[in-house]
Structures are given as structure tokens and as C-alpha cells.
Nanobody, 124 residues
Framework: QVQLVESGGGLVQAGGSLRLSCAAS????????MGWFRQAPGKDREFVAA???????YYADSVKGRFAISRDNAKNMVYLQMSNMAPEDTAAYYC??????????????????WGQGTQVTVSS
């Protein structure tokens, strides 16, 4: 089992920055693919970014160049640095872990452990 706890959400003005953190515990972290997803009210949960155990990163087109995912395997932490934020980035952000074999790391179904979510609100 993997337990995930997000932190760092809040209110930020458009153009501002915010860093989300996700603390993981429960099993070997360094080999797990980690992802960030977000869900706005009335919308489906969508992929934001993912990072493999070896550090290869993937991004949704909507955040590419503005967001950066990283991990610190020694601390069992994964981060999402968000810059040049826009009102459309407003959502609940979820950290997720994929501990099983998967085909598509952009699909929420590939992840079997989820955090409780942290709210990010970007004001215009």
C-alpha cells in the first residue's frame, strides 16, 4: 500500500506561482511512477503531469512550459511547480501513484493510489 498526502494548495493571482508537494509512504517509492491530476467543478479528472522512477517526465499540452514535475526519492516526495498560472488552472489537484503495470500513464485508471487532493484557485 502507498499513502499519499498533498500540500501546498491555495489562492494565487493569475500569472503567479505555486508549488504542490506530495508525501508518499508505504513501500519502495523510487520505482513508482507518480502523477498529478486535477479536477475542476463539473469536469472530468484530467492528467496534468507524470514522472517515472528514473525521472522521465510527461505533461499535458495545457501545462507544458508552465508546470514542472519533480521527485526526491530520498525523501519520498514528488512536487508540482506551477508558474504563469491562469484561472483555468483552478481545480482540485490530486497526487497519484501507479504501482501496477500500466499502458498509459496519462490515464487515471493506471493509478491505484490517490491522495485526498488539494485545492488550487487562480484569481483573474
Amino acid at each position: 500500500q502507498v499513502q499519499l498526502v498533498e500540500s501546498g494548495g491555495g489562492l494565487v493571482q493569475a500569472g503567479g506561482s505555486l508549488r504542490l508537494s506530495c508525501a508518499a509512504s508505504g513501500r519502495t517509492f523510487s520505482s513508482i511512477t507518480m502523477g498529478w491530476f486535477r479536477q475542476a467543478p463539473g469536469k472530468d479528472r484530467e492528467f496534468v503531469a507524470a514522472i517515472r522512477g528514473g525521472g522521465i517526465t510527461y505533461y499535458a499540452d495545457s501545462v507544458k512550459g508552465r508546470f514542472a514535475i519533480s521527485r526526491d526519492n530520498a525523501k519520498n516526495m514528488v512536487y508540482l511547480q506551477m508558474s504563469n498560472m491562469a484561472p483555468e488552472d483552478t481545480a482540485a489537484y490530486y497526487c497519484a501513484a501507479a504501482t501496477r503495470t500500466f499502458l498509459n500513464l496519462r490515464a487515471s485508471s493506471s493509478y491505484d493510489h490517490w491522495g485526498q487532493g488539494t485545492q488550487v484557485t487562480v484569481s483573474s
